[in-house]
């Protein structure tokens, strides 16, 4: 099956500092990944949608200049959380599409727990 | 509006019986797809069973099984005898019919299998 990683699994970092995670679709190519938040005990919400090799879509209410997404690579998506403070804390999870259509067509990795000091 | 519609909270269920957990959608779309996923504390995303809309007979993968009911536009997820490893948090999730676009989530269903 599909495989998408993400990298780092946890992270603390100090109020202020920025902060980078990356989704790799390990053995398929992705034209597109979608970055999702989630707070504990809640649903996914939906960030950003991230095509390679143009700008990210973001949904309402996401900061882009907070929140910068990079789609450089068929494989490869960051996010960059950017001066980070504490209500930044959250889980967040990728997901990649493969390159074909398919109903199972989406992969998630396994997210990033991201914790501010 | 939601778009995905978990009622909800929390399920209670002993081993060995059956569970069903409530979703209804709300699209205009005519094409779409209809998810589940298991979400357990470390957080990961698993895939349990997808219904097409246009698919006629319900989804079904081992021990789950899809009630599309598609005039009242409900997708009930039904585990039939639970165990302890299903304990986990449980999500709706639709795709409308565009290309390319990104699931929505329902808010999730906490289910708990006691012995």
């Known amino acids: 099956g599909a495989v998408v990683s993400q990298h780092p699994s946890w992270v603390i970092c100090k109020s202020g500092t920025s902060v980078k995670i990356e989704c790799r679709s390990l053995d398929f190519q992705a034209t597109t990944m979608f970055w999702y938040r989630q707070f504990p005990k809640q649903s996914l919400m939906l960030m950003a949608t991230s095509n390679e090799g143009s700008k990210a879509t973001y949904e309402q209410g996401v900061e882009k200049d907070k929140f910068l997404i990079n789609h450089a690579s068929l494989t490869l998506s960051t996010l960059t959380v950017t001066s980070a403070h504490p209500e930044d804390s959250s889980f967040y999870i990728c997901?990649?599409?493969?390159?074909?259509?398919?109903?199972?067509?989406?992969?998630f990795g396994p997210g990033t727990r991201l914790t501010v000091l | 509006a939601q778009k995905i519609t978990q009622t909800q909270p929390g399920m209670f269920v002993q081993e060995k019986e059956a569970v069903t957990l409530d979703c209804t959608y709300d699209?205009?779309?005519?094409?779409?797809?209809l998810f589940w996923y298991k979400q357990p504390s470390s957080g990961e995303m698993i895939f349990l069973i997808y219904?097409?809309?246009?698919?006629?007979q319900n989804a079904t993968e081992g021990r789950y099984s899809l009630n599309f009911q598609k005039a009242r536009k409900s997708a009930n997820l039904v585990i039939s005898a639970s165990q302890l490893g299903d304990s986990a948090m449980y999500f709706c999730a639709m795709r409308e019919s565009q290309a390319g676009t990104a699931l929505i989530f329902g808010k999730g269903t906490t289910l708990s299998v006691s012995s």
């Open positions: 219904q097409g809309s246009y698919d006629e």
């Open positions: 997901s990649a599409r493969i390159n074909r259509v398919q109903y199972n067509e989406q992969f």
């Open positions: 699209t205009s779309d005519q094409s779409y797809g």
